[in-house]
């Protein structure tokens, strides 16, 4: 019996010493720092720990660099490279060769028209034909005539007058038929329409079967081409921006669909006219295509001054990217964080961010903001 409550003792004596032995190997300072608690503060801005020490500060260094205007804008044709394709000779379309968005050269047939109109003008090129026969004809009789003084002079002169008249409805007659497109020598009521340039099919307004021409319902505009090796950048530039543009000034374009590719182009118009509704101007820049700038694309474009500017200095580890904005962490009060809204410049070497607006040359910021974005997330 005393054997038994012997080794009872014993075990309970091991159960106490294992029970120790975990509480000691889970206490809190002999392993990782445990992870800091979220304290709500009914300020979304403001993060709020128990523990500030686990995110350490630092103090904003500052870059001297040329002054930027960064603008958005999108990408236009030059409309001085813009054509529209227009049919002269009114009727129905029978043919089309080319549609939106070909690239097609000078010369090349776009459509075919049948027109009514071919006939009409063929018919007074015909007339005017044999009435410059006829009026040729009387011109020599008469010449021979005086020349033997059967006539006087004035007869001769009233026919080559003639003559004349016959001459100048012929070639009037001709270059009708030239400006529908139809060959003299090979009448047909099936009209061709060519392109005028090289370059792209920006709009059609013409389908097969659709009436085709100047005096005809519908569009006049049967294609408009326009010649995409060099566009505009049409920017939105604030009234209080304006004087740190100029025309010939030089500006870095930027493509939301390329952003490791950097353009350059030239300011060439600064408008006039400021939209009332947000007091900006357009800005025109012109700039070389080399074959991914597509009408409509978003760019950024910016502008840099002679003058020079301090900005401040991060890590880039301190920015923080959330919904589509950056933001820092600045010291907030008794253990607290205020989240700032910045706006970041270039990324410079050694990870580093530079700031072009939201904080101050000196200003304290959080180095690493990975903890405090689960922080901010929890919160």
Known sequence: MIK??????LSCVAVLIAVSACKKEFTPGDGAPPTPQVVPTGDMSLVSVDKPQLFPLVAADSREAAAELNVTGSVFPDVAREIPVISLANGRVVDIKARL???????DLLLKVQSPDVSGAFDVYLKAVNDEKLANKAFIRAKTLYDHGAIAQAVLEQAEDTEN??????????????????????PSNVVNVYAPISGTIIAQNVTQAAAAGVSLSGSATAFTIADLSSVWIICDVYESDIAKIKVGQSAKIQLNAYPDKVLTG????IGPILDPSIRTAKVRIEIPNPGILKLGMFVTATFSSQGKEVHPVVPAPAVLHLHDRDWVFIPGGDKQFKRVEVRPGAILPGDNQEILSGIAVGQKVVSNVLQLEATLEAQ
């Open 266 to 269: 030239r300011v060439s118009d």
């Open 4 to 9: 038994k409550t012997s080794f009872i003792a």
């Open 165 to 186: 008249d016959a001459k100048a409805d012929l070639t009037a007659a001709e270059e009708s038929l030239k400006t529908l497109g139809v060959d003299k020598d090979h």
């Open 101 to 107: 968005d070909d690239y097609v050269k000078k010369g």
